[in-house]
């Protein structure tokens, strides 16, 4: 079964960088589509990014487009990144990642309703 742990949230100030981690235990990620979401309090859970299993395409939404980084540790096989850059107070929220076998990072982000496999969340507060 897999499992899937974030890590590297945290308190940033403005402009301030981040990097997240999805790690996996009970399985590889090689063959799993994964996203990475956020919710703030009071709104409802957004995708903001997502890399496929085949060729690792990547695809992102527009409020984190140019800043926000999403890579897989080719070496390990096991983490997901997303890389933070030029944090905004918007972007404080918990982070989720997802995964799934058969989502399709092509075209667009997949909804959440399209990933099996959840982590617990980690929280990102952009604050002065």
């Known amino acids: 079964q897999l499992q899937l742990v974030e890590s590297g949230g945290g308190l940033v100030q403005p402009g301030g960088s981040l990097r997240l981690s999805c790690a996996a235990s009970?399985?590889?990620?090689?063959?799993?589509?994964i996203g990475w979401f956020r919710q703030a309090p009071g709104k409802a859970r957004e995708g903001i990014s997502c890399?496929?299993?085949?060729?690792?395409?990547?695809?992102y939404a527009d409020s984190v487009k140019g800043r926000f980084t999403i890579s897989r540790d080719n070496a390990k096989n096991t983490v997901v990144y997303l890389q933070m850059n030029s944090l905004k107070p918007e972007d404080t929220a918990v982070y989720y990642c997802?995964?799934?076998?058969?989502?399709?990072?092509?075209?667009?982000?997949?909804?959440?309703?399209?990933?099996?496999?959840w982590g617990q969340g980690t929280q990102v507060t952009v604050s002065s």
């Open positions: 997802a995964a799934d076998l058969g989502a399709m990072c092509v075209i667009k982000i997949p909804g959440a309703s399209e990933y099996a496999y």
């Open positions: 009970g399985s590889t990620l090689d063959y799993y589509a």
């Open positions: 890399i496929s299993s085949r060729f690792h395409s990547t695809n």
